[in-house]
Nanobody
Framework: QVQLAESGGGSVQAGGSLRLSCAIS????????MAWFRQAPGKEREGVAD???????????RYADSVKGRFTITRDAARNTLYLQMSSLKPEDTGMYYC????????????????????WGQGTQVTVSS
């Protein structure tokens, strides 16, 4: 059984940075897409970025327009961990951040849809103040 556990959230000033981690317990094939979603209070959960293995050395990644150029998703197979490096944070980045994994090989549609992901973590809170 796959279990995901996020960490690294916190409170920062606008312009600051945070790195979120998602520890993966169990096996998630590199060819199964993994993603970060976020949910602000009163809003729908939205996809932020996803990653799927391109070859033995790299991943194909996609980003929501709202975070492109500021966030970077990476996956460390040796540590079995998914990361989200967030820079130049804005108040509108505030929300609960979740990592997710697909249970079958392949990517998902874009924009990301939560029902295409089978495994979820409990989330980590990010708060950005102005």
């Amino acid at each position: 059984q796959v279990q995901l556990a996020e960490s690294g959230g916190g409170s920062v000033q606008a312009g600051g940075s945070l790195r979120l981690s998602c520890a993966i317990s169990g096996f998630v094939n590199g060819r199964n897409a993994m993603a970060w979603f976020r949910q602000a209070p009163g809003k729908e959960r939205e996809g932020v970025a996803d990653a799927i293995m391109r070859d033995a050395y790299s991943f194909f990644t996609r980003y929501a327009d709202s975070v492109k150029g500021r966030f970077t998703i990476t996956r460390d197979a040796a540590r079995n961990t998914l990361y989200l490096q967030m820079s130049s944070l804005k108040p509108e980045d505030t929300g609960m951040y979740y990592c997710a994994a697909r249970g079958v090989p392949g990517g998902s549609t874009w924009p990301l849809k939560r029902d295409e992901y089978d495994f979820w973590g409990q989330g980590t809170q990010v708060t950005v103040s102005s």
